[in-house]
């Protein structure tokens, strides 16, 4: 697990599809994808939808399926992916990592279009992307929708080209609803009983 970089663990059944107003994916679709075919035939996974719906927690929980059945997983951000890109060639450290990244079954690649990238960025990532097609299981994660890349991305080829070898192979799943994180906020402060 360590080897994977993931930022918590969360199992798969530990997710509340019964949360008032939640939608996109169901828990016959997850008990589908836990079962990996698609990883095994280096199909892609995509959860797009706004923040606080569970996309991270859903990549990781199927990230450690995987783990269970002998699969080498690797998670990242795309911030973290482009620092390590821009740095592999100076420093050794990050030249592991992403050999360690490229040489996994599956890539989760998170928070796609959280923070904007610059040009040379985008030619890494098509790079990155090109070199898994159709080898590596890509779980990507998006608060964005397919139609807002380009504005990201900065380029509608590029971006075409990103899209077009990610959504090859891909179950696409686009979740809606309240963000979990508001409905379960937690205070310190104790409540008022006047």
Known sequence: MKAAAFPYQEELESFDFNRKG???ITK???KQLAELVWLENAYNIMFLGPPGLGKTRLSIGLGIKAIEAGY???FVTLDQLMQLLKTAEIRMKSSR???QIKSSDLVILDEVGFLPISRQ???KLYEFIN???MKTSIILTSNKGFEEWSEFLGDSVITAAILDRLAHQCEIFTLEGPSWRIENRKTILKKDTD
């Open 22 to 24: 939640f939608k996109g």
């Open 121 to 123: 960025e985008v030619n």
């Open 28 to 30: 016959l679709h997850v």
């Open 97 to 99: 990592r992403i050999k």
């Open 131 to 133: 070199e898994l097609y």
């Open 72 to 74: 080498n997983v690797a």
